[in-house]
């Protein structure tokens, strides 16, 4: 079965600090993996998505994941944070033509002044 | 852009009570829906996925008589959670994709049982 890690659970950071959160997921054939983004009291928005192609994509935001095979990782990466990405993150992966998707755990990050 | 409404955001009950949530797509025809729950400081946990037109399907360790779904037409999926009880507080999100685009989730149902 399909599983989503997300190591961080809880991260403060400082402005203008660079961001990582890391995504593992367990599954051995193609994967789409995405990044959602809850604003507090929001609804989850997609924040950037792999399929296919350049294992770097870039999101809304300023934000980019890394998409590397073979340690099965697709981190989240951003270089300057603001207080306003104060918010939780979910990785999350499904298998081609589904929709259905499976979440990490997710990461609350919380940005101060 | 397309959008996926839940209604209501928030609803308080009695224990024993039946509790029903819908789940529109405004803008785009959906026949599948999903839903989730998600507990405080949790992360999303499928429950089942809604067909249009058929049965859903649930996921393992969810109850089919529980968590009612039903998926009357391209637009609208409900589920009604029945006889609630105070452990199935939490939070209910559902989502839904045009054919080919992009999933899109509501806003999620904050349900409170006493």
């Known amino acids: 079965a399909q599983s989503v890690s997300q190591h961080n659970h809880h991260v403060i950071l400082s402005e203008a600090a660079s961001l990582e959160l890391g995504c593992n997921y367990s599954?051995?054939?193609?994967?789409?993996l995405f990044w959602y983004v809850q604003y507090p009291g929001q609804h989850l928005q997609l924040l950037l998505k792999?399929?296919?192609?350049?294992?770097l994509v870039k999101g809304i935001k300023g934000f980019e994941a890394e998409f590397i095979k073979s340690k099965f990782s697709f981190n989240l990466r951003k270089p300057s944070v603001q207080w306003s990405d104060t918010a939780e993150y979910f990785c999350a992966v499904n298998a081609p033509y589904t929709d259905k998707l499976i979440f990490g755990t997710g990461t609350r990050l919380q940005v101060f002044p | 852009g397309a959008v996926v409404s839940q209604h209501p955001s928030r609803v308080i009950c009695k224990s024993g009570t039946s509790v029903k949530i819908e789940c529109r797509s405004l803008d785009f025809q959906a026949t599948t829906m999903f839903w989730y729950r998600q507990f405080p400081k949790q992360s999303l946990m499928l429950m089942a996925t809604?067909?249009?037109?058929?049965?859903?399907?649930?996921e393992q360790g969810v109850e089919k008589d529980k968590f009612l779904i039903n998926h009357a037409s391209l637009t609208l999926s409900t589920l009604t959670v029945t006889s609630a009880h105070p452990e199935d507080s939490s939070f209910y999100i559902c989502?839904?994709?045009?054919?080919?685009?992009?999933?899109?989730f509501g806003e999620g149902s904050r349900l409170t049982v006493l």
């Open positions: 989502s839904a994709a045009p054919i080919g685009g992009e999933l899109f």
């Open positions: 792999y399929f296919s192609g350049d294992p």
């Open positions: 599954y051995g054939g193609t994967v789409n």
């Open positions: 809604s067909n249009e037109g058929s049965k859903a399907t649930y």
